[in-house]
């Protein structure tokens, strides 16, 4: 068995079990009919969430911006954009959100800031060798006029990191070049953010997402890859998560959490962080989660998993081995606003949601946190017909590749697109939502047996009734199983709960494990078994 016991817990160890709802902002209720998601659209759906049964949500970008990437271009880190609202309403959408029982986890994006924020703006207008610039990456060129960038880095969104201005000097954007790189080793940008903690943690923001955590400190020197798309065709951002870049995961990046984690600690509650963080090896990832540095870093090798029992049951094992070592929680992830719907990735149409559904119910069995990202518990699927002129992520123009289809605004209720996205009467939606959405809406899936909604809802009420699925509950003990099936249980005193999941070709009987809790697809009786159906997963309870 692989154990996740830990110390006794207390409430400040929620986020150790807790199931967090990603909201997409901007796509996920529209109060004032302008197309956008905003603050008091949220603040509506709240009992929405509280009766889905998460414990609480990640809140991505909504500070000032010229919203170039979607918000993780943030001008001002102390206000909110007039599309989303105002501060008032981030007070108000909090107060509610607690009263209810639920958390607040923002998005923090300390990597880079938008080239409209104020520090940038008064680096450009000062020369090189100025105070100002030093917040930033600048650097000279290459060349003999210094026209060539100062090395081979590139930008995860395509093209050369480097942008050079009219005085002839280049600076770092590991992303869009509305985004310049903090030079993290300046103790100004140090401040700043912890300073940024305090004013979110004082407003009372239970926890933050890390944006690029891996990415604050640059090798010295800034040295060369020694290859890149252009001078061998692969990208450089293909080795993220395999590799080791000298603009990723250096060890100096974690002194910044161990400077974070007490003013984290410092306040009541349980305040916490996860990175998104992609290393080499699951084994530096974990270096970033622990007692002194962040809470949390998002398994992305479970995201990336095939639809396959070993591919699925190395990730697992991995990720439960490495928090082990740590002492922290593993943490979960099948969607979000990166990536491309889970629906999608595991085939699309009937098959990818049979698929989706059975990998949500072992996702949502295993010991750890998990994350949701909105409308998964809807099913929804990946848009891949969205008009080009409609896409706004700046990766599309320099790679083709496109982050908009999982990023649609939610179907509520209604006939008529955007589904109840606004107040009604309201046509109007930043992104179209495909006509085939109408059933998968809300309202059309609310009460409706085996629908993909009603199944998270059942999902997670057990989750947080069950005693084999609490904090101090065994871990994870995997169960003999044929080719191509996964098979679990987790303990508390005297009751099993086994999840089962069919990855195979055929039907599988499951038998001895006791009586089922919740399956994702109907089972079928035979003597005192059970036929699981093919992709499906199923939760099982024994005294
Ligand atoms: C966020 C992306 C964003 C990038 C740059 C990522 O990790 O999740 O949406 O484009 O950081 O901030
Ligand atoms: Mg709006």
Not at 256 to 271: C, E, K, N, T, V
């Amino acid at each position: 068995m692989i154990s996740t016991a830990g110390p006794p817990h207390t409430d400040d160890d929620w986020w150790r079990s807790a199931v967090v709802y990603q909201v997409y902002v901007r796509s996920f209720a529209d109060s004032d009919g302008d197309g956008t998601g905003d603050l008091q659209g949220i603040r509506h759906r709240l009992p929405y969430l509280r009766d889905l049964g998460v414990d609480a949500l990640w809140l991505t970008p909504f500070y000032t911006s010229p919203m170039v990437d979607g918000g993780y271009d943030v001008a001002d880190y102390r206000d909110v954009d007039p599309m989303f609202g105002t501060l008032a309403d981030f007070d108000a959408m909090i107060t509610d959100a607690h009263a209810l029982g639920l958390r607040i986890i923002i998005d923090l994006v300390p990597n880079h800031t938008s080239s409209a924020h104020r520090w940038f703006t008064a680096a450009l207008a000062t020369g090189p060798g100025s105070p100002e610039r030093a917040r930033y990456l600048f650097a000279e060129g290459q060349g003999a006029h210094g026209e060539l960038p100062p090395n081979d880095w590139e930008s995860i969104f395509g093209g050369p990191a480097w942008t050079r201005i009219a005085d002839g000097q280049w600076y770092l954007h590991l992303f869009d070049p509305a985004q310049p790189d903090l030079n993290w080793r300046h103790p100004e940008v140090r401040a700043e953010f912890e300073d940024v903690l305090r004013f979110w943690l004082d407003r009372g923001v239970d926890g933050f997402r890390i944006d690029v955590a891996h990415g604050m400190i640059k090798a010295d020197g800034l040295p060369d890859v020694g290859f890149s798309t252009i001078t061998t065709g692969q990208r450089q951002v293909e080795l993220l998560g395999k590799g080791r870049l000298p603009y990723f995961d250096q060890d100096e990046v974690h002194e910044i959490y161990r400077a974070w984690r007490p003013i984290l600690d410092s306040y009541p509650g349980g305040r916490m962080a996860v990175a998104e963080a992609w290393a080499e090896t699951p084994q530096r990832l974990a270096r970033y989660i622990g007692p002194d540095e962040l809470h949390q870093a998002f398994s992305f090798d479970f995201l990336d998993a095939t639809w396959s029992a070993d591919s699925f049951r190395k990730v697992i094992d991995t990720a439960l081995a490495e928090a082990t070592v740590v002492g922290a929680p593993t943490t979960w992830v099948l969607s979000n606003h990166d990536k491309q719907r889970h629906v999608t990735r595991y085939g699309d149409g009937a098959e990818g949601l049979r698929r989706a559904r059975a990998a949500s119910l072992l996702m949502l069995a295993l010991p750890g946190c998990a994350y949701l990202y909105q409308g998964e518990e809807l099913g929804l699927p990946e848009v891949l017909d969205l008009p080009d002129e409609l896409r706004q992520d700046p990766a599309f123009l320099r790679t083709g590749e496109s982050r908009d289809g999982c990023r649609v605004p939610i179907p509520w209720s209604g006939e008529v697109a955007p589904y109840g996205f606004g107040p009604a009467g309201s046509e109007l939606s930043w992104l179209p939502a495909p006509t085939t959405w109408r059933a998968l809406s809300v309202a059309a899936q609310t009460g409706v047996p085996g629908s993909t909604l009603e199944l998270y809802r059942a999902a997670l009420r057990i989750r947080h009734a069950h005693p084999a699925l609490a904090l101090d509950a065994d871990g994870v003990t995997w169960l003999e199983s044929g080719p191509g099936v996964l098979a679990f249980s987790r303990t508390a005193g005297d009751t099993t709960l086994t999840c089962v999941v069919n990855l195979s070709g055929a039907p599988v009987l499951i038998d001895g494990y006791g009586q089922p809790l919740v399956a994702s697809d109907t089972l079928t009786g035979q003597g005192s078994g059970h036929l699981l159906p093919v992709d499906a997963a199923a939760w099982l309870e024994r005294h």
